[in-house]
């Protein structure tokens, strides 16, 4: 029996679930590159990963996977991305740019398989949203080809809080509550991750005087749901998701630690959010895999491929990000008056009378 490993990972914003660094195989070996890419339209850059499987009867698969001339290829690899319009019609082509990462400052996360240098292929052209762009990539020494194909994700609107609407909007959510939040599925999108963002400032509050000093602004994020699925769901169609109160209170619990300075103080200003939406193609490798995801990891377990005569995914992303807007004065109450949430050193809103303490 022979031992196989191939490494495989991505650059862009989500990604990805773990390794496999050995097994044995039946078949003989062929080349089979590895491909991994999300092309996002709201990013000026986009960056594809190509690493290559291997075969070695005499060397330790882990031995393979430290040595970047094992799992990179060099300037023999061509990589090209076409496109095409709605009605399938040929309008150009570029090549990438083979960079290393690693000198972008676009580390890969350390782990088995090496992480310098940190090869990626570069795209720096506009994307298209009416467009689908096919990923061809040729090894001009063995003559190999792979071939993979993504539309690319289109924007959408968030419903609630309404972005159009020429009414102030307001986060509102009780401790045990919720508040829904809804939009419009994306063309070509299949899943989400939402983010809220939480701006808040703390500082120290002066009774003599009552002003604050040495305010600073900060934020922290919260991802409320992960793999939300619109697979059954046609472009356009409103989706809804109730952001239940007594997650969000216990995610303010666990993350704040009390600061034992009565006069140290927190105010809750504001929320946004971030919406990281994934075509069909992704949505299957999730499924098929169910990987875990996060930024910048370096080795992907394979279930799932729509890369013709190699493995990985080829798919559409599209990174929307909402207006700020305020808390509601009864949030901001409940932000730092609840029993979940008191002593955190959150202060109601300030037309309590006994802001900025609860009492």
Not at 81 to 96: A, H, R
Not at 143 to 151: L, M, N
Not at 170 to 191: E, T
Not at 315 to 341: H, L
């Amino acid at each position: 029996m022979k031992k196989f490993l191939f490494a495989a990972g991505l650059i862009l914003t989500w990604f990805i679930h773990g390794c496999t660094t050995d097994f044995d195989l039946n078949a003989d070996f062929q080349e089979t590159p590895v491909v991994y890419g999300l092309l996002d339209p709201t990013i000026p850059v986009n960056y594809i990963r190509i690493n290559r499987a291997y075969l070695n009867d005499s060397i330790d698969g882990l031995t393979l996977a430290a040595d970047p001339n094992e799992i990179y290829y060099g300037d023999e690899l061509t990589v090209k991305l076409e496109y095409y319009d709605t009605y399938g019609n040929f309008q150009g082509s570029s090549f990438l740019e083979r960079v290393d990462g690693d000198t972008l400052g676009i580390p890969k996360n350390s782990g088995t398989f090496a992480n310098i240098p940190n090869i990626l292929y570069r795209y720096s052209d506009t994307l298209n949203k009416d467009f689908t762009y096919r990923l061809i990539v040729v090894n001009t020494e063995s003559g190999k080809s792979v071939y993979s194909e993504t539309p690319i994700i289109n924007d959408f609107l968030i419903v609630r809080p309404n972005e159009e609407s020429i009414f102030p909007q307001a986060i509102s959510i009780s401790p045990n509550g919720f508040y829904q939040f809804a939009f419009n599925n994306a063309k070509d999108a299949a899943i989400y991750d939402i983010t809220m963002r939480i701006h808040y400032r703390e500082g120290t509050y002066v009774p003599a005087t009552g002003d604050f000093v040495d305010m600073v602004s900060k934020e922290i994020d919260w991802k409320f749901v992960k793999n939300l699925s619109t697979i059954s769901s046609g472009p356009g169609e409103l989706i809804t998701y109730d952001i239940q109160g007594p997650a969000f209170y216990n995610f303010l619990k666990n993350n704040f630690f009390a600061n034992p300075d009565p006069n140290f103080i927190r105010l809750a200003d504001s929320a946004q959010f971030i919406m990281d939406a994934g075509g069909e193609s992704f949505y299957k490798y999730i499924q098929y895999s169910s990987a875990t995801l996060g930024l910048n990891e370096g080795q992907v377990i394979l279930e799932y491929t729509n890369v013709d005569g190699g493995l990985g995914i080829l798919s559409g992303r599209y990174k929307k990000i909402s207006k700020i807007y305020p808390f509601t004065i009864q949030t901001r109450d409940s932000i730092g008056c609840s029993t979940v949430t008191q002593g955190l050193n959150f202060a109601p809103d300030q037309s309590t009378p006994s802001f900025p303490f609860c009492d």
